[in-house]
């Protein structure tokens, strides 16, 4: 016999994608770290993950919800493909609250956590020859899954010396006739920002102008703790129609929940004219679900979960913001253009010719880890060579040493004079 020639090989594609997630970069950085040669703990700032703290602990309501969806045993079963409908419900009462108008159990789709969401979204739009536009900086999962969505990735960027505000001009000039939609993120990852409902509604008629749908990626509603107050853009889905993106992750401080969903904003029913809500329907029908004792624990964390409990977690992240962008300035080198007012980050840009040997973002990253046992996620991973991303969520005296590190770092490696 001669030699067998196998039909299978390495899927390269898949590696190019899984190269853009959070978890690849991360774990790459991670094998510089080494704590009993540093002689320190590690602090990990490069991901959104607060419930490794102490005081962001979930509230118990949240606990005992999921307790009672066990072992009341009515949850054990398949769900329907788009979610049960008590807790689509739940979700859509959630979010009619901020809205002029009502969306229903119909409008309401459930996801296995916002990164799902994000999946079916793109590969519901994926078409041959089509584009979609993508914020400059970027959260890296809608570039990984846009590889195996049929679409063109085109960035727009954000202004950091306007609080990170879309830029409007470079929209219209990446737009043409095959255009499909807008990505937004707000409250904003990686930059911290809140859109304000002016610049929301200059969006939606561009949008509008357009001729494409807006995705409202929206992980980290309400969680906002400087002046603008957060604004679902859903209150102007009669402009341009919007799929918004939601979690339970970052609120609710439950992200190994893997609990998400998709609603359509659609008031003047755009979508179901297309036929996009209809593709959402059958995506999910061939996709994963969140487990059904999650899905049954929804309505009762919704409506037990204390006002209290959102205003402390919005305290803690206001306070830790404070402080960061008050110590950060004490750091030579690198420069926090605009102070975090949402979500769990801010980006930090570093002046790399000033360093001695320090090449880029991502040199930096893998040194400070290596010299400071700290994680911080590179700029590049996120569209934004030369930035890095810093996740704001720990505890202050966590966040306090993290600050002395990278200047104790950044000193050591500043070009002498």
Wanted: hydrophobic residues 40%.
């Amino acid at each position: 016999m001669g030699k067998q020639e196998w039909g299978f090989k390495e899927n390269h594609e898949l590696h190019a994608a899984a190269a853009f997630t959070i978890r690849n970069i991360l774990e790459a950085i991670m094998r510089n770290i080494d704590e009993k040669r540093s002689g320190k703990p590690m602090i990990h700032l490069g991901h959104g993950d607060p419930s490794i703290y102490p005081c962001f602990r979930a509230s118990t309501s949240v606990e005992d919800a999921l307790v009672e969806s066990i072992r009341s045993t009515k949850f054990n079963g398949y769900p329907a493909g788009v979610g049960i409908d008590p807790t689509r419900s739940a979700i859509a009462e959630y979010l009619s609250k901020d809205l002029p108008y009502d969306i229903t159990n119909d409008d309401v789709f459930l996801t296995a956590g916002g990164n799902h969401a994000i999946g079916v979204a793109l590969t519901v739009l994926g078409r041959p020859g089509a584009n979609i536009l993508f914020p400059r900086p970027n959260y890296p999962v809608y570039e990984a899954r846009a590889r195996f969505s049929q679409l063109e990735v085109r960035h727009f960027d954000l202004l950091p010396e306007k609080g990170w505000e879309v830029d409007l001009d470079c929209v219209k000039s990446l737009a043409d006739s095959k255009t499909v939609a807008i990505v937004l993120i707000n409250p904003g990852n990686p930059c911290g920002n809140v859109f304000t409902f002016d610049h929301m509604k200059k969006i939606a008629e561009t949008a509008r102008e357009l001729g494409i749908l807006v995705i409202a990626d929206e992980v980290y509603a309400h969680q906002v703790f400087g002046e603008k107050p957060f604004i679902p853009m859903g209150v102007l889905g009669d402009i341009a129609p919007v799929l918004t993106l939601g979690s339970l992750s970052k609120r609710w401080i439950v992200p190994g929940w893997r609990f998400g969903w998709i609603a359509i904003n659609d008031p003047t029913s755009i979508l179901q004219q297309t036929g996009v809500a209809g593709s959402l329907k059958s995506c999910l029908t061939i996709s994963a679900d969140p487990p059904t004792v999650i899905q049954g624990a929804i309505p009762r964390v919704i409506k037990s979960t204390p006002t209290s409990f959102f205003l402390n977690t919005n305290k803690l992240l206001k306070e830790s913001a404070d402080l960061f962008f008050e110590k950060v300035k004490e750091i030579p080198l690198v420069a926090c253009p605009h102070k975090p007012e949402g979500s769990m980050f801010a980006m930090v840009k570093l002046n790399i010719p000033a360093f001695e040997d320090i090449v880029d973002d991502t040199d930096f990253c893998m040194k400070l880890a290596k010299e400071e046992c700290m994680i911080v996620f590179p700029g590049d991973a996120v569209c934004l060579k030369n930035w890095v991303r810093v996740s704001i969520a720990s505890e202050p005296k966590v966040l306090e040493d993290a600050v002395g590190r990278m200047k104790a770092f950044c000193l050591k490696h500043a070009k002498h004079q």
